[in-house]
């Protein structure tokens, strides 16, 4: 069974950084795809980072392109999110989530994901 613990959320300033880890288990990373997702309150779920199966290929959100970093240690099995320069509009929770089936798929579209985590609060204040 595939499980996911999220940590790392936090409160900073407008301009501060945060580090969210997504401890996987259940399976290893080469197998799943992983993504990050956030939620503000009143608003949709919406992908903000995702790192194929080898953690040789990321995508990003046009939000946090440039600001962000998902990486993975494969010894830890743990998926990484690097928040730099952050905003009051990346206030939200965050999710981490696993898709465990190969196939055509969207990177940023929740739904094409398997597994998810708890989440971890993520608040920047002006």
């Known amino acids: 069974q595939v499980q996911l613990v999220e940590s790392g959320g936090g409160s900073v300033q407008t301009g501060g950084s945060l580090r969210l880890s997504c401890v996987v288990s259940g399976v290893t990373l080469d197998r799943v795809f992983m993504a990050w997702f956030r939620q503000a309150p009143g608003q949709e779920r919406e992908g903000v980072a995702s790192?194929?199966?080898?953690?040789?290929?990321?995508k990003y959100a046009d939000s946090v392109a440039g600001r962000f970093t998902i990486s993975q240690d494969n010894a830890e099995n743990t998926v990484y999110l690097e928040m730099n320069n952050l905003k009051p509009e990346d206030t939200a929770m965050y999710y981490c989530?696993?898709?465990?089936?190969?196939?055509?798929?969207?990177?940023?579209?929740?739904?094409?994901?398997?597994?998810w985590g708890q989440g971890t609060q993520v608040t920047v204040s002006s």
């Open positions: 989530a696993a898709r465990t089936s190969a196939g055509a798929w969207v990177w940023n579209k929740d739904s094409h994901y398997h597994v």
């Open positions: 790192i194929l199966a080898g953690g040789f290929h990321t």
